[in-house]
């Protein structure tokens, strides 16, 4: 599957850059790629942090690749998990109390997932020709948003 990707950023009112992306392809028995946007919320430690350790937790997952979605849930679980303990132990720091939106995908030579939590947006940009130039493959999470 040729895949061709971009991204967008723009720093919000903060003094520096929170947010970091990621693109890591790997040729294992099936070619695959993993696109991810952080979106820094209060600092940049948690978008660091999971742009570093979200991908391997994907692959370390006892769902991939046979169950692609539930390897993309857990991964997005297990670094939360890793984030939180990392941030509660001492010595605690202004920056441990930052948090993250993420957006990921992973594709496979014949499929592509998306995982997000948060109010990271994903797009399917349709080739032209087409009534719909894309396709929004996310929603934002929000408190009063009842998926």
């Known amino acids: ?3 061709r990707w971009g991204v967008q950023q723009r720093q919000g009112p903060r ?3 929170e947010d970091c992306v990621v693109c890591k392809v790997d040729d294992r028995s099936f070619a695959h790629g993993f696109y991810g946007v952080f979106d820094g919320h209060g600092g940049a430690l948690a978008s660091e942090y999971a742009a570093q350790r979200l991908h391997q937790h994907v692959l370390d997952s006892a769902h991939f690749p046979t169950d692609v979605l539930s390897a993309l849930q857990d991964g997005f679980l297990r670094t939360d998990a890793e984030l939180l303990r990392r941030a ?15 957006v990921a995908c992973l594709v496979t030579h014949d ?4 995982a997000h ?6 797009i399917l940009v349709k080739r032209s020709g087409q009534a719909l130039s894309f ?3 996310t929603h934002d999470h929000t408190a009063d948003r009842i998926p």
Do not use: E
């Open 1 to 3: 599957m040729g895949v």
């Open 88 to 102: 509660a132990a001492p010595p605690r720091r202004k920056d441990d109390d930052c948090g993250a939106a993420a």
């Open 15 to 17: 003094s520096t850059q």
């Open 111 to 114: 499929s592509l997932a998306i």
């Open 135 to 137: 396709v929004a493959l």
């Open 117 to 122: 939590a948060g109010d990271c947006r994903a």
